[in-house]
């Protein structure tokens, strides 16, 4: 499976949704002011910070965190497992 991850500017995302508006009286009242808004930057569309993803979409949040702990935690255990092993030998080996 190939995963495409696109980073859409914040302004283009804007646009879109302001075109898309289910209210007609919200979308654009021309097309030349959708299409000069996808070619430059509106600066209204740029003081706008997207959410954070926990508030944007907490499933995926949580779903993401969860893969990253189910594949870091057995390194984890490898690496703690390999620091006690070391610790054991060489604190038998003192006592020699």
Known sequence: MILFILVVPIWVDEALKKALQLDPYNRYDQLSEFIYDL??????FLNKKRPPLIERSPEK??????FY????N?????QIN???KHLYI???????
């Open 82 to 84: 390999i620091f006690y």
């Open 74 to 78: 057995p390194i984890l255990i490898i």
């Open 69 to 72: 702990l189910i594949y870091d």
């Open 90 to 96: 060489k604190h038998t080996y003192n006592e020699l």
């Open 61 to 66: 949040f949580w779903q993401s965190n969860f």
């Open 39 to 44: 070619k430059k930057p509106n600066k209204k």
